[in-house]
């Protein structure tokens, strides 16, 4: 069979049609990238997974050895990953809460030290039942503002380590990170962020 | 090649504080011994590397970031040095993701051999078993062996594999936890169960310090070994295998010649219609050249030498549960059209009918006759085990030799020698109604 390519002028409908796409598509308006829904978890685990990881594999993690603009871009497009992960999939708390926390690592990296701890803090606030996360936000966050001698700000975070995390029956790295807070606390183990570049 | 996901960095921070931070050594694994648990998804690795420090105060990091290893897992331990050396702090870099910081107080300066382990999920393994049986199919050569896979986003090179076979009952109680947090998968479920998870890594560090001393009491590692360790077995792989992540390997783990086995063909309507089925049987024991531990779930593949000069014969596959020592089983290896059985119903009869008193039948008996051929195609003598089903009040009456497996199951075993066809008959007799007795 032979087929013929025929070319007539578009309608001018069309041609509206695809003037407002391009339009939108320039402005960002194009068609969102919608998350599975709730109803399937399966879905919504695998998606939560795949952006966490996308943003620590492909952003976070090179961003550590980028220098500049390039760095900051890495951070940017990490950040942005991150806070998609822990506004859109709150319902994954593996995934969120560690988004949440990776989001506070890279406001302290920024040395945006308010920021970092306002969502250290509400790794606890969010994801209460993550237990190794919150020990890994609030110890983040006593260890920042005691390295930004914000000893005082410190205390309380560690104080709140010890009081849910010291018990006799901790596991091995838990029971390192208590003794650390408690040297903190104690004024032992001082070093400033200086000794870390 | 991929970047290894975990990296150790240790740092000396020299007096006084404030100088620069000197990196000391970027160490390579000197060992990692993988044990691999089958009954769930979990691994218990165990890494050794040789670090130098300084005196005073070091850091060490480790990440464990695009891979399947439980932080919480994670133990620092100097194997050297012990007392010299103290763990005073750990921490999260924020520079990295999912990077942790040991700062190590060191009174030596100079190497230390570390431990460093944790559980990972992503690596499992399985066992597959390979039979070669003799022309004439009275003993066979039996090969174990295992398959590693790798998807927990590590490469473990040079590793040294420990599988543990078996079941502990808390392994029982962490698998259905897992199965009922469904498509959550694993990990979520022993997140939200930290106790139960660090019950089952509290048991699992108490066998493999069980583990280490039997092995330090001088057990051959260069080949298979059984541990026993109350419910469950050790095996430990001879020799290092490099098992990089996203392969699967597969490592041989024993053979033995001269199994002693019995080559049978079974016949069941109800089970596998008019197919007659092949056999192999042997036991797992001494006698049998075999015994030396439980032989775990796997695959087996079977063939046949078919001639002198060891050309072979794919007899067919299946697969078999765990097989304690001293235990027989019984590999099903598929239909065999070289033998055949073909019952046929010679004739029918309804006797002894019975009335009530309004004439209707109220006890009938059925007398069936029935020829069966059987038939031997093959060239090696063959045994035939062929099984027949009946309901309610029967009796068979036959000139062949026969036993009663159950109420409604009766059983023929003939010996065939090759290129043998025989028949035989019986006649079975079944009482309906008032006629029957029982």
């Not at chain 1, 993550?130 to 260890?143: P, Y």
């Not at chain 2, 050594?25 to 000197?30: I, N």
Request: proline share 5%.
């Amino acid at each position: 069979m032979n087929s013929k390519l025929v070319m007539e002028p578009m309608p001018r409908a069309n041609i509206l049609v695809l003037l407002l796409f391009a339009v939108g598509l320039l402005t960002g308006c194009g068609p969102k990238r919608v998350p599975p829904t709730a109803a399937d978890p399966l879905q919504r685990y695998a998606a939560a997974k795949a952006l966490f990881e996308r943003a620590s594999r492909e952003f976070h993690i090179p961003s550590a050895q980028a220098r500049g603009p390039e760095r900051t871009k890495l951070e940017d497009l990490a950040a942005a990953l991150y806070a998609d992960v822990a506004r859109n999939y709150a319902d994954q708390p593996i995934w969120a809460s560690q988004a949440l926390r990776s989001l506070g690592h890279l406001h302290a990296a920024r040395t945006n030290i308010n920021e970092a701890i306002k969502v250290y803090a509400q790794v606890a606030e969010k994801f209460p039942q993550q237990d190794f996360e919150v020990l890994m936000a609030w110890k983040s966050a006593g260890d920042l503002l005691s390295d930004a001698d914000r000893p005082a700000e410190a205390k309380l975070y560690y104080e709140k380590l010890l009081a849910r995390f010291d018990k006799p029956d901790a596991l091995p790295i838990v029971q390192s990170v208590v003794r650390g807070a408690k040297a903190r606390l104690n004024g032992e183990l001082l070093l400033s962020s200086r000794d870390r570049q | 090649m991929r970047t290894p996901a975990i990296f150790i960095l240790l740092l000396a921070l020299t007096a006084p504080a404030l100088a620069r931070v000197n990196v000391v050594t970027l160490p390579g694994r000197d060992s990692v011994l993988l044990t691999i648990y089958n009954s769930v998804d979990l691994t218990l690795v165990k890494e050794t590397r040789t670090l130098t420090f300084r005196r005073g105060l070091n850091r060490l990091e480790f990440s464990w970031a695009n891979t399947l290893i439980d932080p919480t897992s994670v133990e620092f331990r100097p194997l050297t040095h012990a007392d010299e050396i103290e763990v005073l702090d750990v921490s999260f870099p924020p520079r990295v993701t999912n990077t942790l910081e040991w700062r190590i107080n060191s009174e030596h300066a100079g190497e230390v051999l570390v431990e460093i382990r944790y559980f990972t999920s992503g690596i499992a393994w399985s066992a597959d078993y390979v039979v070669e049986a003799a022309k004439n199919e009275k003993e066979a050569g039996l090969v174990g062996y295992v398959r590693v896979q790798n998807n927990s986003g590590e490469d473990y090179e040079k590793a040294q594999l420990r599988l543990v076979v078996g079941v502990i009952r808390l392994v029982e109680q962490i698998g259905q936890l897992a199965r009922r947090s469904g498509a959550r998968g694993m990990t979520e479920a022993l997140k939200e169960q930290n106790e139960k998870r660090d019950q089952l890594y509290s048991a699992y560090r108490e066998a493999d310090l069980l583990f280490d001393k039997k092995v330090m009491a001088g057990v051959e590692l260069k080949q298979m070994i059984k541990e026993n360790l109350s419910e469950y077995y050790l095996y430990t792989v001879g020799g290092r295998d490099t098992v990089p992540n996203g392969w699967a390997k597969r490592l041989p783990s024993f053979s033995t010649n001269g199994v002693p086995i019995t080559s049978y063909y079974k016949y069941e309507k109800e089970r596998w219609g008019d197919r007659v089925v092949r056999y192999y049987r042997f036991k797992n024991d001494k006698p049998s050249k075999l015994g030396n531990e439980p032989l775990p779930d796997g695959d087996v593949k079977a063939f046949r030498h078919v001639t002198d000069d060891a050309l072979y014969s794919f007899v067919g596959r299946t697969s078999v549960k765990y097989i304690p020592v001293d235990e027989q089983v019984e590999l099903e290896l598929g239909d065999d059209l070289e033998v055949m059985v073909k019952p046929k119903l010679m004739n029918w009869v309804k006797t002894d009918m019975r009335f009530d008193a309004r004439g209707n039948v109220k006890g009938w008996t059925t007398k069936e006759t029935w020829e069966v051929e059987v038939q031997n195609s093959k060239e090696i003598d063959v045994v035939l085990d062929i099984r027949r089903s009946f309901s309610g009040d029967w009796t068979l009456r036959t000139s062949a030799g026969y036993e009663n497996v159950d109420a409604t199951k009766a059983k023929f075993v003939l010996p065939l020698k090759p290129r043998e066809k025989q028949r035989f008959t019986y006649e079975l007799e079944t009482r309906h109604g008032t006629n029957a007795t029982r």
